[in-house]
């Protein structure tokens, strides 16, 4: 059964950093893609970052690139969300997916909150 396990969310004041890391379990990722996505109150959920498992090619939403850097370590079956310069409007809940054609497996996801 596949599992992603969100962490690492929490408070910060607006600047500062945050570490997401997505626990991965119960297959093998290889040629998955894994991303993260984010959910304001009141707002739809909305994509962040993603990574192939296998070839690493990367993308990032817009209002993210610069600032934030996804990243996966294979021995640990873990994808990483780095997030640098955080802004009160990065304020959301926070989910780990991954999926082969279209995002089937999604984590619960970690609450991150931004003050001004």
């Known amino acids: 059964q596949v599992q992603l396990v969100e962490s690492g969310g929490g408070l910060v004041q607006a600047g500062g950093s945050l570490r997401l890391s997505c626990a991965a379990s119960?297959?093998?990722?290889?040629?998955?893609?894994m991303g993260w996505f984010r959910q304001a109150p009141g707002k739809e959920r909305e994509f962040v970052a993603s990574i192939r498992w296998t070839s690493r090619i990367i993308t990032y939403a817009d209002s993210v690139k610069g600032r934030f850097t996804i990243s996966r370590d294979n021995a640990k079956n873990t994808v990483y969300l780095q997030m640098n310069s955080l802004k009160p409007e990065d304020t959301a809940v926070y989910y780990c997916?991954?999926?082969?054609?279209?995002?089937?497996?999604w984590g619960r996801g970690t609450q991150v909150t931004v003050s001004s």
């Open positions: 997916a991954a999926g082969l054609d279209a995002y089937g497996y």
């Open positions: 119960g297959r093998s990722f290889s040629g998955y893609i």
